[in-house]
């Protein structure tokens, strides 16, 4: 049996970034509560980790006493929370990935165009950079939303429209989705400005799940069943392999699966995976 290597499995320099501060504020707090405002990332091994440490993830940021510390996540959060946590005095270590700042600083800047979100409604960092794009402004996750939206945007009045991506989304749909709108806004002269703010971690991760699918005869991909980019390698694995298995860590291989049928095994990892539960399922597979 042969593992094929994906080159870019696992955590990106964002969630590597954000987990190795949040471990050094923990070990520079000992025997405080430090406040993490939602999952740090998504990934459950890893949040445990940091729980074991101290962590105490909250959903609420009233939840945190005021003059505490508080932790804002990779994938940020919304622009209210940064007053609420000075109006409690809060210590505040915001660990949002600089490239999801970035988005967020890039649609508060457009207060004079509508800005659209390609991205999950749900997700949460498309909530939180809906939150910095100002009253004009919504997310869009399929084509059934493009006929309410065109409504919306011609009710406002405005001529410019400005488009992000929520930054682990899928490149191919954002493509397709993008096409739509030009096509039906440019007729009306609006004019539509395209910012691809998919991350390259995420397109690179995708482009490989592409590639090395299609050579596999099963695929594992690991990784938090709530993580956007994770779910994205699953769909893509799952068009070009028949056999595909999603798990959260090694203790979630079914390895009665793995028979003599199967000769090429892709691992695949999202980029909230630590290497340990990487390095962890290719030892069970090995050990077969
Ligand atoms: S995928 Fe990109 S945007 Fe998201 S945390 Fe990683 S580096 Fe940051």
């Not at 290597?5 to 509560?33: F, H, Q, W």
């Not at 979100?117 to 960092?125: L, N």
């Not at 400005?162 to 191919?172: D, E, G």
């Amino acid at each position: 049996m042969e593992i094929i290597e994906a080159k870019y499995a696992g955590m990106c320099g964002g969630v590597k970034y954000t987990v190795t501060s949040a471990n050094e504020i923990l070990d520079n707090n000992p025997g405080k509560r430090v406040y993490c405002l939602g999952e740090l990332v998504h990934n459950k091994t890893v949040v445990g980790n940091l729980e074991k440490k101290g962590l105490v993830v909250i959903e609420d940021i009233n939840q945190v006493p005021d003059n505490n510390i508080v932790i804002f996540r990779a994938h940020g959060v919304t622009k209210d929370n940064y007053e609420i946590a000075k109006q409690k005095n809060l210590t505040v270590y915001d660990l949002t990935c600089k490239k999801v700042i970035d988005v967020h600083d890039k649609v508060e800047a457009k207060s004079d165009s509508f800005v659209i979100i390609i991205g999950s409604k749900t997700h949460a960092e498309s909530i939180a950079t809906l939150s910095f794009a100002g009253k004009n402004s919504l997310i869009i996750e399929s084509e059934d939303d493009l006929e309410d939206t065109f409504k919306v945007i011609r009710d406002s009045g405005l001529k410019n429209v400005y488009i992000v991506a929520q930054t682990t989304y899928s490149s191919k749909k954002f493509d397709v989705l993008v096409e739509k709108i030009k096509e039906e806004l440019e007729k009306d002269n609006i004019e539509v400005i395209i910012d691809k703010t998919i991350c390259m971690a995420t397109e690179i991760r995708q482009e490989e799940a592409e590639n090395l699918s299609k050579q596999a005869d099963y695929t594992i991909i690991i990784g938090g069943k709530n993580s956007s980019n994770t779910k994205k390698l699953y769909e893509i694995a799952s068009k070009n392999c028949n056999k595909v298995q999603f798990i959260e860590d090694e203790n979630e291989l079914n390895i009665d699966e793995l028979d003599s049928s199967v000769n090429k095994i892709l691992v695949l990892a999202g980029a909230s995976t630590p290497d340990e539960s990487i390095i962890a399922t290719k030892e069970k597979i090995m050990s077969m």
